[in-house]
């Protein structure tokens, strides 16, 4: 689904032109739409209709606070994998009733800080992790709402670096231990047991390795049952896939359909965790172009976004669509590689992507509202985007670019004797 359009050859956002944001706030730019964000949330709430659910935003995709303050007001849970994304829940005023805790590595002070906010369940990835929540869980005097994560060794055909769901992953516990892991938990103190969690991976454009994930649980929850072990929760974790160029992912109602269908424990409360496909192509980031350079074998458009602004083509050869702010009937197309000024060969945002440029002209990197200033850094000490989120015929600053001071200012230079 695409949230823009050209309104007299301008790009449009709800009643905004790309172009007067990329004029006020400078580039580069990240710019989301907010009922774009909030239609997609409503999409998977409603195609679960009367099924008990509960959806989880997963924050790694986008955590700006502003956009969490949007999704909570929607009744939206959260799932997060840091004590950082714990803190901009909280203060984005999420319940953390509904908050679930993924991720191998969390640390004793994570553990401490989930707890004491009182969070839905720790999502325990590993024995060792779960004698440490244990441990935690005794010295503040609670018992810690855990729930298994499962790795059921199925391929989600995606990228293989966003691939969690096959046995060589260092995600979760393989199913063939998991009664055993069960078993074990249930003879830790300060351990309560509350659910089962099974996230195969990210980018998922087919049903089938949801359905073999869903079968899995079929058969380990009716043994978890003979142990005395009732689930409240079934989290079936996210990642369903947006549109870049012609994927053609399933929609929510889909998902919906095949947990249905297969599931069968009808009463459990069913937890999904979508972060990209709420937000990734309710995303935009505006470049300008610097230079047009034309070579023998290449044109180049050297933008001012780069790697550190938006990795993912950097890092796993992901395609994004590029698109003009303006539309120039009078400029010849050429066939550009969109390129920034990192020092890096992989620093591309698109290549060979017939474009009209002239000098100075904006682009927006489609789909971009997912994994894109979340992973964004300050390589090359280039300060971070600013960020806007469009609401109708509003638009607002939602984040302040960096400013280089603010990069400068945690070191500590030492004293160098000439
Ligand atoms: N739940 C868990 C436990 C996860 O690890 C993830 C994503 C999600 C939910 C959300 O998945 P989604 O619905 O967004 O696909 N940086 C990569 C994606 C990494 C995904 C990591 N885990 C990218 O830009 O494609």
């Known amino acids: 689904m695409s949230f823009h359009a050209y309104l007299h050859d301008r790009l449009h956002v709800g009643q905004i032109a790309l172009e007067d944001l990329a004029n006020r706030y400078g580039t580069p730019l990240y710019v989301y739409s907010r009922p774009a964000i909030e239609q997609q949330w409503r999409n998977f709430h409603d195609a679960f209709g009367a099924r008990n659910h509960l959806i989880c935003y997963a924050v790694k995709a986008n955590s700006n606070l502003s956009l969490l303050a949007c999704l909570a007001r929607l009744g939206s849970g959260f799932d997060i994998v840091s004590g950082g994304e714990l803190e901009r829940v909280l203060t984005a005023g999420g319940d953390p009733k509904k908050i679930v805790f993924s991720g191998v590595g969390k640390t004793e002070a994570e553990i401490t800080s989930a707890l004491k906010a009182g969070i839905r369940c720790l999502n325990c990835e590993s024995l060792p992790e779960l004698r440490r929540i244990d441990t935690v869980a005794s010295g503040l005097g609670v018992k810690a709402p855990i729930a298994l994560r499962i790795n059921p060794d199925v391929d989600a055909e995606t990228h293989p670096y966003i691939a969690t769901g096959l046995q060589q992953n260092k995600f979760g516990i393989a199913w063939e231990d998991a009664v055993d892991a069960y078993e074990q938990a249930l003879k830790l103190p300060n351990i309560e047991i509350t659910g089962i969690a099974c996230h195969i991976g990210s980018q998922i454009t087919t049903l089938s390795p949801y359905i073999d994930s ?20 079934i989290d079936l974790g996210g990642g369903l896939g947006i549109r870049y160029s012609n994927e ?12 249905r ?12 965790e979508p972060g990209r496909s709420i937000v990734g192509n309710a995303g935009w980031l505006i470049t300008k172009v610097q230079y047009l350079k034309h070579t023998k074998l290449k044109n180049f458009a050297i933008v001012d976004a780069a790697m550190n602004d ?31 000024p990192v020092c890096e060969s992989g620093d591309f945002l698109g290549r060979e992507r017939r474009l009209a440029l002239r000098d100075n002209d904006y682009l927006a990197i489609a789909s971009a509202g997912a994994y894109g200033f979340s992973m964004s850094s300050n390589y090359n000490s280039r300060p971070r985007a600013a960020e806007i989120l469009i609401d109708g015929d509003q638009a607002r600053l939602i984040r302040k670019r960096e400013v280089l001071s603010e990069l400068l200012s945690g070191e500590m230079p030492i004293e160098i004797d000439s």
Do not use: F, M
């Not at 649980?217 to 005395?228: S, V, W």
């Not at 053609?248 to 947990?259: C, D, K, S």
């Open 310 to 340: 938006l990795l993912r083509p950097a890092l796993y050869s992901s395609w994004h669509d590029i698109l003009p702010l303006t539309q120039h009937a009078d400029v010849t197309e050429r066939l550009y590689d969109v390129v920034g």
């Open 248 to 259: 053609e992912p399933p929609a929510p109602t889909e998902l919906a359909r095949i947990v």
């Open 261 to 272: 269908n297969n599931l069968t424990d009808d009463s459990a409360c069913v937890i999904i």
């Open 214 to 233: 869903i079968k899995l649980l079929n058969t380990l929850i009716p043994k978890l049952a003979q142990e005395g072990i009732k689930l409240r929760d």
